[in-house]
């Protein structure tokens, strides 16, 4: 049973570039949070995808925006990008919009922006 | 509010017992969670809390006061594998709020 599948790994951009990061939900899983975690810091929440569309979004401008497909993977997309955009981005997946206690996380993906 | 407040740091030995503390502001809650988190590595599920009480699993239990806005996680038999960043999460309607991070060092 595959876990939350994050990609890339890593990744290097330029101030000023655009990012695209992908998330595969735990088989199962509907519902995808995105969080942004900087170093040495809890992880930040984003927004939440469920049925396509955004459904919950905290305290992040309007760069950061995203995608959910019909198999319920999904898109993290930041504009624009400035330093303080360099952070771990982990991609967690549950069910129901997190009905209870069922999020995974996946293993992030490491944006360093220079 | 959504303020998580843990401590940055703790330090303990290896077979001893360490508790680490949480609060949050009561407003929305839903539940706590607990995260065990490695550097560079995906958070992993500790233990969720929705009613008051301790909840105890193997080496590990959390404990709830929700009218106190209060939690913490007890790690016992401490390992060095036990070092790791340890998170607590508010579960507000599905979307989790995290505090910083305790960084657990465990020295033999």
């Known amino acids: 049973d595959a876990g939350v599948t994050q990609s890339p790994t890593h990744l290097i951009k330029t101030r000023g570039q655009q990012v695209t990061l992908r998330c595969s939900p735990k088989?199962?899983?509907?519902?995808v949070s995105w969080y942004q975690q900087a170093l040495g810091q809890g992880p930040q929440f984003i927004f939440q995808?469920?049925?396509?569309?955004?459904?919950q979004r905290g305290n992040f401008p309007d760069r950061f925006s995203g995608h959910q497909y019909p198999n319920y993977s999904s898109e993290l997309n930041v504009n624009a990008l400035l330093l303080g955009d360099s952070a771990l981005y982990l991609c967690?997946?549950?069910?129901?919009?997190?009905?209870?206690?069922?999020?995974?996380f996946g293993s992030g993906t490491r944006l360093t922006v220079v | 509010g959504q303020n998580i407040d843990q401590p940055t740091e703790m330090t303990a030995t290896e077979g001893a017992i360490v508790q680490i503390n949480c609060t949050y502001q009561?407003?929305?809650?839903?539940?706590l969670f607990w995260y065990q988190q490695h550097a560079g590595e995906a958070p992993t599920f500790l233990s969720y809390?929705?009613?008051?009480g301790l909840e105890e699993k193997g080496r590990f239990s959390s404990f709830l006061s929700r009218s106190k806005g209060y939690s913490y996680l007890l790690l016992k038999e401490l390992q060095m594998k036990d070092s790791a960043s340890y998170l607590c999460?508010?579960?507000?309607?599905?979307?989790?709020?995290f505090g910083q991070g305790t960084e657990l060092s465990v020295k033999p």
């Open positions: 967690a997946s549950s069910y129901r919009q997190g009905a209870g206690m069922s999020y995974t």
């Open positions: 088989s199962g899983h509907d519902t």
């Open positions: 995808y469920y049925e396509e569309e955004e459904r």
């Open positions: 009561t407003s929305g809650f839903n539940g």
């Open positions: 809390n929705v009613l008051d």
């Open positions: 999460a508010d579960n507000q309607g599905g979307k989790l709020i």
